[in-house]
């Protein structure tokens, strides 16, 4: 079946500009997961959804971001008044649901922001 | 506050040689993943290990998990030039199912 998807691949948009990223999960799948990950670098956890629900949103930077998701498929991640240092690539993952057993977890391809 | 550490960060081996790459995590959790990434390119999963003394094997690649040290190693045997790559462990936050990915380790297999 289709894996996890993202749009667009690449954004390049203006400093203090908003841009909204997407993700569609592996259809069935319950939990959501979003990630930084800067160039060279290892992944900045961000946030996590069961269904619709984020319960911890610590992981966000800052107030400019959010993430809503509907449905219990697709997800945003909104980026407000875009920043250099927001240039990354933010990456989506789906697993099953949470939890030991079920929490192996399949990545989109990513979508690489640049912000100018 | 969970700390994910691998090393060593940058790994150049010759084809046919053998190496361990390590895990080190600083709280308790007995759930541990191993991804594989290449360059611009998004991550693949690898091992899920889910008890202490867990062990995969996938090819050439074997992973284990000691909860009790706090520690999984992925040894690569007989390495090959198709497995330069760079390999990430990652483990959830127990109560959070926050995941924290370690630093990454770069594998070069040089022919």
């Known amino acids: 079946g289709a894996g996890v998807s993202q749009s667009p691949s690449n954004k390049v948009t203006e400093k203090g500009k908003d841009v909204e990223l997407r993700c569609d999960p592996i259809?069935?799948?319950?939990?959501l997961y979003w990630y930084r990950q800067r160039l060279g670098q290892g992944l900045e956890f961000l946030i996590y959804f069961q269904g619709n629900s984020a319960p911890d949103k610590s992981g966000l930077p800052s107030d400019r971001f959010s993430a809503e998701r509907t449905g219990e498929s697709v997800s945003t991640l909104t980026i407000q008044r875009t920043q250099q240092e927001d240039s990354a690539v933010y990456l989506c993952a789906s697993s099953l649901a949470l939890g030991a057993g079920k929490g192996e977890q399949y990545f989109g391809p990513g979508t690489r922001l640049t912000v100018t | 506050e969970l700390k994910v550490e691998q090393n060593p960060l940058f790994l150049s081996m010759q084809e046919g040689k053998n190496y361990t790459i390590y895990c080190d995590y600083s709280t308790t959790s007995d759930r541990l993943y191993w991804y594989r990434q290449d360059p611009g390119k998004s991550l693949e999963s690898l091992f899920v290990?889910?008890?202490?003394?867990a062990v995969k094997q996938e090819g050439r690649l074997m992973a284990s998990l000691d909860t009790k040290a706090r520690l999984s190693t992925l040894h690569i045997t007989a390495a090959v030039h198709d497995l330069s790559a760079t390999y990430f462990c990652a483990v959830d936050r127990p109560g959070t199912y926050k995941y924290i990915f370690g630093t990454g380790t770069r594998l070069k297999v040089l022919a």
């Open positions: 259809s069935g799948h319950t939990a």
């Open positions: 290990l889910l008890s202490n003394g």
